[in-house]
């Protein structure tokens, strides 16, 4: 079997330089070029996962097939590779000292004194390489979270710096990402801080292979040349990375910059072939040459933080390439709808989505929308919170139960229509703990849901607590709700539609996670073919 290869992503000066999509673009080249290729995260916070975490701290909690709660970067890496992630895909701090302190309780350690160096690092080290210990991949990316001289990066960088040494030559490399910024006053682009930051990457002990430059502005040849003396990489090797209209041009402009070829030399492996993005970018050109537009409101709680919602509006770049359609995602805000404001504020969207959350903030607001929605025949999609509260609207309004209800937000309504499942009632710890990954789901024939997926079986992926009460089904159904997908073991409701409606739909799980590129997810592609009809009415 031969070695596996490993590739660092660090990054310096500044966070958010896009670590997440420079991997997964020379991920998708490398791939393309015919390498197995996988990412992993490695973050460096202390929450065991970001379940426990609020969108705005992290943005959104993106999950695996195989219920992981995890670092939204994956979603990139799904979206560009068209390859499921896993549990061993992204490793906090937390997780990595929880597992460690439960060895020391147990004795594993044989009365040791248990340190940094090398409990720590040998856990973060086992861990960076399991899944290139699975035979399945050439090429494993490891993304290091946060920046280069923080703290809490440390035990991160020396595992890494350990690890290139136990590897050998071309069995690992270092790509180092960091910031030109443009001063505008002096009117030029300065090094300095990517030499700062590659100094500080060498007090650690590691070497830079590869230097990614965030720019604004194009790096001259001058500067190029500059950087490669000062930061000790070849001039070959200092990639520019300017700003993209979009991130799914970033693997061509990578391609252009010879990022994998530096990268494959490295590693002393063969550039095999040119790298074949046809389908790639059939996809950019749709994307770039739409031949209708819809507004689609989005409504949510944490709309002020698009990233809140990021696997849910790439969703839409997805689908309205698909359908040549440029989608305007119009953000709206639900604790500042009410049903006087509701038809002033989403009078002119061809399309509504009621977005996932958790806790009662902001749902009045969602409930008036879907009744808009339902009462205005607009295409309605509503994901997990969203599809509950199309049952919470449809209950209230249609079969009269005014105080129609989740018990998540109000453990005392006479109608729980949405209430808590047997098996969550005694559950005291919030991480992991809900209905998490991928679950089957049994549609009906001759439904909008089977319209939609062609079929019968589907694997949809779940992040929810609250289920659909199943004593007001029969009820909802007589009056004009259909539960058109039900999970075949607990009998759960996953889908509702209102057959007497142009387009309304309610998931219970989240679409929204298996988009991608290759493969636009078939209830997002649909609901903006409905968007675009709706408008051309």
């Known amino acids: 079997m031969n ?30 070029r015919g ?9 460096p916070y202390i929450n065991v996962d970001p379940g426990t975490l609020n969108p705005y701290e992290h943005g959104e909690c993106y999950v695996t097939d195989d219920g992981a709660e995890t670092d939204l970067d994956l979603g990139h890496y799904e979206r560009f590779l068209n390859v499921p992630t896993s549990q061993a895909n992204n490793v906090t701090t937390g997780r990595v000292y929880l597992s460690v302190i439960e060895k020391e309780r ?58 290139l040494w136990e590897l050998g030559e071309q069995n690992g490399i270092c790509i180092h990402l960091t910031l030109v910024p443009y001063l505008a006053a002096a009117g030029e682009l300065k090094t300095k801080p990517t030499q700062h930051s590659v100094k500080t990457l060498m007090e650690s002990g590691i070497k830079a292979d590869i230097l990614v430059c965030r720019t604004e502005h194009e790096l001259s040849d ?17 990639i520019q990375s300017i700003d993209a209209s979009t991130i799914y041009d970033v693997p061509n402009l990578m391609l252009q910059e010879g990022l994998d070829k530096v990268a494959l030399k490295k590693l002393g492996l063969s550039e095999k072939n040119t790298p074949d993005l046809k389908q790639w970018n059939e996809f950019l050109h749709k994307l770039k040459n739409p031949k209708h537009e819809v507004n689609i409101g989005l409504v949510g709680k944490y709309v002020e933080l698009q990233d809140s919602y990021k696997s849910i509006i790439e969703s839409f770049i997805h689908a309205g390439a698909t359908n040549e359609t440029k989608v305007n995602v119009i953000s709206v805000h639900s604790e500042f709808i009410d049903a006087d404001s509701a038809a002033e504020q ?21 409930i008036d929308t879907v009744r808009y929605a339902r009462e205005n025949n607009i295409p309605f999609l509503g994901i997990c919170l969203g599809m509950q509260m199309a049952v919470i609207e449809f209950a209230r309004n249609v079969l009269g139960y005014a105080d129609a209800n989740s018990t998540e937000m109000n453990d005392a309504t006479k109608h729980p229509v949405i209430n808590l499942m047997e098996g969550q009632k005694d559950v005291e710890n919030k991480g992991g703990t809900m209905r998490l990954g991928a679950w089957k789901c049994t549609i009906k024939e001759n439904t909008l849901a089977h319209k939609i997926y062609g079929k019968t079986e589907i694997m949809e992926r779940h992040r929810h607590r609250y289920e659909f009460n199943g004593a007001y089904l029969n009820e ?30 309610g998931v219970q799980y989240h679409p929204e996670y298996k988009s991608t590129v290759a493969n636009p997810h078939p209830l997002f592609v649909s609901f903006v073919a409905a968007a675009v009809q709706h408008k051309n009415k």
Do not use: C
Request: avoid cysteine; hydrophobic fraction near 40%.
């Open 3 to 32: 070695q596996t290869k490993y590739i660092f992503v660090t990054g310096g000066v500044t966070s958010s330089l896009g670590k997440g999509i420079i991997a997964a673009s020379l991920a998708k080249l490398l791939q393309a």
């Open 35 to 43: 390498y197995r290729t996988t990412i992993q995260k490695f973050d």
């Open 106 to 163: 147990r004795g594993e350690f044989l009365g040791k004194t248990v340190q940094v160096v090398p409990h720590i690092t040998n856990e973060i080290k086992q861990r960076m390489q399991l899944l290139g210990q699975s035979g399945e991949f050439d090429i494993v990316i490891t993304e290091i979270g946060g920046t280069v001289g923080d703290i809490e990066s440390l035990p991160y960088i020396e595992s890494v710096r350990q690890l």
């Open 222 to 238: 001058e500067i190029r040349q500059k950087l490669a003396l000062f930061s000790n990489v070849k001039k070959e090797a200092v």
């Open 346 to 366: 989403l009078k002119n969207l061809d399309g509504i989505l009621v977005a996932p959350g958790f806790g009662g903030r902001g749902i009045e607001g969602k």
């Open 476 to 505: 909802l159904e007589k009056a004009g709700l259909v539960a058109s997908g039900v999970n075949p073991d607990t009998k759960l409701v996953e889908i509702i539609e209102i057959p007497s409606h142009p387009f309304f739909i």
